[in-house]
């Protein structure tokens, strides 16, 4: 593993909890954070960090991520936790920060909305699944 590590979300959000420095990062795409939802960190006293690893609504790859994550204010000594809909690019984006530094990074686990169930529907786990708190636009 080239990063920090892979957490649940439920202890993603201890983390955040308990770690004033933690930074939450949704790396989704503007659509699906206008569209499905975000983390809502408010109780928390946080802002979550939105930064997307590809770009909507071409879907190509964001060349300038590491850039916007320190335009951002996230960083390299802070705990970073990547977050995506199924874990998938949350991997990819832990892997570049740690390549760059970022010796905290961790992926969620089953990102935001899980991964497909066998009915090829998301949601019966991830984030809002857990129960943690969220909110939409």
């Keep these: 593993m080239a990063y920090a590590g892979d957490l649940a979300p439920a202890e993603a959000y201890g983390l955040l909890e308990r770690d004033p420095d933690a930074v939450l990062v949704?790396?989704?795409?503007r659509a699906e954070w206008a569209y499905v939802g975000l983390p809502d960190l408010t109780g928390l006293g946080k802002d979550v960090v939105r930064v997307?690893?590809?770009?909507?609504?071409?879907g190509a790859r964001n060349t300038g991520?590491?850039?916007e994550l320190a335009a951002a204010g996230v960083e390299p000594d802070r705990?970073?936790?990547f977050l995506c809909r199924s874990g998938v690019r949350s991997v990819a984006?832990?892997?570049?920060?740690?390549?760059a530094g970022y010796?905290?990074?961790y992926n969620v686990t089953e990102g935001f909305?899980?991964?497909?169930?066998?009915?090829?529907?998301?949601?019966?786990?991830g984030w809002r699944?857990?129960?943690?708190?969220w909110r939409q636009s």
């Excluded at 984006?93 to 390549?99: I, L, N, S, T, Y």
């Excluded at 899980?114 to 009915?119: E, I, S, V």
């Design 113 to 125: 909305e899980g991964p497909l169930d066998a009915d090829g529907h998301r949601g019966a786990r």
């Design 93 to 99: 984006a832990a892997e570049a920060a740690a390549r």
């Design 65 to 67: 991520f590491l850039d």
């Design 26 to 29: 949704d790396v989704r795409t």
């Design 52 to 58: 997307e690893w590809n770009r909507y609504p071409d």
């Design 129 to 133: 699944a857990a129960g943690l708190p």
């Design 79 to 81: 705990p970073v936790v």
């Design 103 to 105: 010796a905290k990074a």
